[in-house]
């Protein structure tokens, strides 16, 4: 089975903090995914991954960055975090099979931030 | 573009009784369209995908949904609700294109709670 883990299930974090939520993957899956999920504003992408050290934005990338120095790991820092940035953070990893058949994402946890 | 739409953000159905979660795609090209369901404090799991081999998909804990072209819709059913259906639902679509940067990229409904009355 795969297996997608984060590295803390809660965490609660001061305004103006740097924040690193960790994402590891165990099925040597190229893509990587960080999601932000809201009541009422379902799942929305802040960053993906195709392969290390790559990265493209997703719809909603201000505030974040990433890092991905190893396949099975992805990263995303909150370099100066916000109330607003208060949210579920979801960690998906996929295949890169071209072919969204193929292309299943397999979601880790979460890890709930709060930030004061 | 594409998006989906999930109409009523909360259901209620009683143990037993037809489960009917409602999605509607709105995308320029054939669509691939996934269901997938998050337990409380749980991350998000794959119940069926439509990747245009059929029009009725069927997927995991009875659950099964017909991709509608006409209507633009891919509607989630079960015959018949457990307590342990109880769970948020998220419809998803993805275009049937690379979106240049190495993955296809999924947008995701905002979701429909489904509570289970004993």
């Known amino acids: 089975d795969v297996k997608v883990t984060q590295s803390s299930r809660y965490l609660v974090k001061r305004t103006g903090e740097k924040v690193f939520l960790e994402c590891v993957q165990d099925m040597d899956h190229e893509n990587m995914f960080w999601y932000r999920q809201d009541p009422g504003l379902g799942l929305r992408l802040i960053y993906f991954?195709?392969?290390?050290?790559?990265?493209e934005k997703g719809d909603i990338p201000e505030g974040y960055s990433v890092s991905r120095e190893k396949k099975e790991r992805f990263s995303l820092i909150l370099e100066s975090a916000s109330t607003n940035q208060t949210s579920m953070y979801l960690c998906?990893?996929?295949?890169?099979?071209?072919?969204?058949?193929?292309?299943?994402?397999?979601f880790g946890p979460g890890t709930r931030l709060l930030v004061l | 573009a594409q998006s989906v739409t999930q109409l009523g953000s909360h259901v209620s159905v009683s143990e037993g009784a037809l489960v009917l979660l409602r999605c509607n795609y709105s995308?320029?090209?054939?669509?691939?369209l996934f269901w997938y369901v998050q337990y409380p404090n749980q991350g998000l799991q794959l119940l069926l995908k439509?990747?245009?081999?059929?029009?009725l998909v069927k997927g995991i804990n009875g659950f099964e949904a017909e991709f509608k072209k006409s209507e633009t819709s891919f509607h989630l059913t079960k015959p018949s609700a457990h307590m342990s259906d109880a769970a948020e639902y998220f419809c998803a679509v993805t275009l049937g294109l690379y979106s240049g940067a190495g993955s296809y990229q999924l947008t995701f409904g905002k979701g429909t709670k489904l509570s289970v009355i004993p």
């Open positions: 998906a990893s996929s295949e890169l099979g071209r072919d969204p058949a193929v292309e299943t994402q397999y």
């Open positions: 991954s195709y392969d290390v050290k790559m990265k």
């Open positions: 995308s320029s090209v054939p669509p691939y």
């Open positions: 439509y990747t245009s081999a059929a029009t």
